[in-house]
């Protein structure tokens, strides 16, 4: 774990933004395509997690932005080159654009200052999407990702967010995975090799001294 002292500086939220990966209903939600991990994340706490990072961001003036997996409902233009796509075509719950399955999933709350990001294929909410180039404009440097899955989104979008020249925070207990057992090992072998690995509190202790001190942060170009 880092310092208070190092993580404050990753988190200053004039360079940081949040990144929300497929927290939208079907995918967390209680009509999930994906029950077994819908239960995970709200079992274990982490969708609770990411609702209250959302909530301190906006409180910080964090940017926030939401990655959202979807299809069209003919399927043009989806990957269909991996095992996962197939089976995910066959699932009762299909993440069609404009349905609610494709919404984002409460506690979590969307401001009207979040930026939403929809992909039609792949498997990472940064590469082949608009992410790298919003955050650029917004003079972000640090991306904080938090969601699921541990399995496949979580360490494309770290990996991605770090090649890209971005320093990655992840809270450990804002993401989930299936089983329940993969997710501190992913983290433990995987992921603290490239990101910095925190928790969701002491991330709000950052966000929150900013208010403390009664100053709005300014976020720089």
């Avoid at 654009?97 to 919404?103: D, E, H, I, L, Y």
């Avoid at 939403?116 to 082949?128: D, E, K, Q, T, Y």
């Avoid at 180039?133 to 699921?148: I, Q, S």
């Amino acid at each position: 774990m880092p310092s208070r002292e190092q993580l404050a500086e990753h988190l200053d939220p004039a360079i940081t933004a949040l990144l929300t990966v497929e927290c939208q209903q079907g995918v967390v939600g209680p009509d999930s395509a994906l029950p077994e991990l819908a239960d995970e994340a709200r079992g274990s706490g982490a969708l609770r997690h990411v609702a209250r990072l959302v909530a301190a961001a906006h409180e910080a003036g964090v940017q926030v932005l939401h990655a959202v997996a979807e299809r069209r409902p003919d399927g043009r233009g989806a990957n269909r080159n991996a095992r996962l796509f197939r089976v995910a075509g066959r699932l009762p719950v299909q993440q069609h654009s404009g349905t609610t399955a494709v919404r984002i999933a409460a506690p979590i709350e969307v401001a009207d200052e979040d930026i939403v990001v929809r992909r039609l294929h792949g498997l990472s909410p940064i590469a082949g999407t608009d992410v790298d180039a919003l955050l650029r404009n917004l003079g972000c440097r640090t991306l904080v990702v938090a969601g699921v899955s541990a399995n496949v989104a979580i360490p494309n979008a770290v990996f991605d967010a770090v090649n890209l020249g971005y320093t990655a925070v992840v809270p450990s207990d804002a993401i989930a995975g299936v089983p329940a057992d993969y997710t501190p090992a992913m983290i433990r072998n995987t992921l603290a090799l490239v990101a910095t690995v925190t928790t969701t509190q002491d991330v709000l202790g950052c966000w929150q001294s900013p208010r403390r001190a009664g100053s709005r942060p300014t976020r720089r170009a």
